[in-house]
Nanobody, 121 residues
């Protein structure tokens, strides 16, 4: 089995910063892409940022220039540095990873349990 455990959420004032972490553990051969998604109350889950194993990144337009995604392949961990936070960034943030559990077959997608980020105005 595989687990993704997120940490680093919390309450912050507008303009502040938070750093989210997500560590994958369990039956892991290697990890392909990793990413962060978020879901605000009454809204659909949306992509925030993704990063490939080689480090190529992709961001939602709403967070470009404010958020930075990074990863440590040796630790099977992905990070999201969030600066200049706005009230509209308030959401539950979910970690996602495409994980190979053997040398053959496609990767399987796994989700973390989510961590709450609340930005007050």
């Amino acid at each position: 089995q595989v687990q993704l455990v997120e940490s680093g959420g919390g309450l912050v004032q507008a303009g502040g910063s938070l750093r989210l972490s997500c560590a994958a553990s369990g039956n892991i051969f290697s990890i392909n892409a990793m990413g962060w998604y978020r879901q605000a109350p009454g809204k659909q889950r949306e992509l925030v940022a993704t990063i490939t194993r080689s480090g190529s990144t992709n961001y939602a337009d709403s967070v470009k220039g404010r958020f930075t995604i990074s990863r440590d392949n040796a630790k099977n961990t992905v990070y999201l540095q969030m600066n200049s936070l706005k009230p509209e960034d308030t959401a539950v943030y979910y970690c996602y990873a495409e994980i190979f559990q053997s040398t053959y077959g496609p990767p399987t997608g796994y989700w973390g349990q989510g961590t709450q980020v609340t930005v007050s105005s």
